[in-house]
């Protein structure tokens, strides 16, 4: 479909690939509802709008505009507009706010390039081509933010970057004028290594974040609710299983697509890593069932054909997976808290098998797994002395 054929016609949000009845219920609330689509459709309508990424960008009236992102999404997930990075774009949209309400021209050199040849840069090395993940892109701006605040109280204590010595950043993390000091750890870093500053170093934040793990008896109980209790919606149990059987994070369970699961002569796998995952029944028959359910869901969207099914599709954003904070909240709802359920799986699986096979398997960093095997061993040694007592 060329976008000069579909520019004068807005009804084909509804009839493109024959949107189910939900669907065009959901658009048409929403063309009905948001002033901003009604101005968006009648541009489009009229060739007032041009049909492209940059247009919509400059019709948001701020950082993140509900309206324009729906509108996108459908756009995307149609195929009328092509797929990007949203939340890189998102990132460097922000960015650029950010830096140009600095005030001092030199403060806003060193944001704008901390940001974009630190930050992104960073992002990008790890994603691997990937699209980022909406805890990337919030951690990143957060760490920017804190370094303009960082900028800003040294000159308030009358020194310059340059100038900066360690006693002022130990009084930078004890002071109460600010919260997450460590925060403008990579800023400082990014500092010394560009020989901006010297002398000075922000440790890493103290680890005082430990979630007690779900005792075994319970994880078991959970785990074999959510194999058969029927009630419970299948991404629910399937997400729930991740976190209870192989110590899965919610953001990295749901950006699993289709293209993850191998259906063979030999069962039913997971491709979490570079060794596929083979997984026992009916756990299996779970994710089948959520692969059928992923591929109802984008036929009955505006689906561009060529797209890869999210396992986990968000019912609000046509053509993007559910949000990792979204995921969380649903586990919590049934009585799993996914951090101390996750805590309780690694514990048990460094006690079956080696580290190294674990992160062939999990895809977990080789270091994570070295700790979690220390503390598999750890707790053993423990609940073996309690047992002695």
């Keep these: 479909m060329s976008q000069s054929s579909w520019a004068w016609r807005p009804s084909s949000l509804l009839a493109h690939n024959g949107a189910a009845e939900k669907s065009e219920r959901f658009t048409l609330l929403y063309l009905r509802e948001s002033a901003t689509a009604a101005r968006l459709v009648a541009g489009l309508a009229a060739g007032a709008c041009e049909l492209s990424h940059d247009a919509l960008d400059a019709r948001m009236s701020h950082q993140r505009d509900l309206a324009v992102d729906y509108f996108r999404a459908v756009l995307v997930s149609a195929g009328i507009l092509p797929v990007r990075d949203e939340y890189m774009a998102r990132l460097e949209r922000w960015i650029e706010q950010k830096a140009a309400a600095i005030e001092d021209p030199e403060d806003r050199r060193l944001i704008t390039a901390f940001a974009r040849w630190d930050r992104i840069a ?15 892109n919030d951690i990143a701006q957060t760490q920017i933010a804190k370094a303009v605040t960082f900028l800003n109280w040294i000159k308030e204590q009358g020194e310059t970057l340059a100038a900066c010595r360690q006693p002022l950043i130990d009084l930078w993390l004890t002071s109460e004028d600010h919260q997450g000091p460590y925060a403008a750890r990579p800023f400082v870093r990014w500092a010394v290594r560009s020989k901006l500053a010297s002398g000075i170093s922000i440790p890493a934040r103290p680890r005082r974040i430990f979630h007690r793990p779900l005792d075994a008896d319970e994880r078991w109980a959970t785990a074999r609710r959510l194999l058969n209790d029927d009630s419970i919606e299948t991404r629910d149990r399937v ?41 026992p029944p009916p756990m299996d028959g779970l994710v089948l069932q959520l692969v059928d359910i992923a591929h109802d869901h984008e036929r009955t969207v505006m689906s561009n054909e060529h797209n890869t099914p999210w396992l986990f599709p968000s019912f609000q954003m046509p053509g993007r997976p559910m949000t990792s904070r979204r995921l969380a909240g649903r586990l919590r709802s049934i009585g799993l808290p996914p951090e101390a359920g996750r805590c309780a799986a690694l514990l048990d699986l460094c006690t079956q098998m080696p580290p190294a096979v674990l992160q062939r398997l999990l895809g977990i960093s080789p270091a994570a797994a070295e700790r979690w095997a220390a503390g598999a061993v750890r707790t053993a040694y423990a609940a073996e002395v309690a047992k002695r007592s």
């Design 122 to 136: 960073r992002i990008r090395r790890r994603a691997c081509g990937k699209p980022i993940s909406a805890y990337s």
């Design 239 to 279: 997400a729930g299983l991740m976190v209870l059987l192989y110590g899965q994070y919610p953001a990295r369970t749901c950006r699993l697509t289709t293209g993850h699961v191998i259906h063979d002569e030999n069962g039913v796998a997971l491709r979490l890593n570079r060794t596929p995952l083979r997984l």
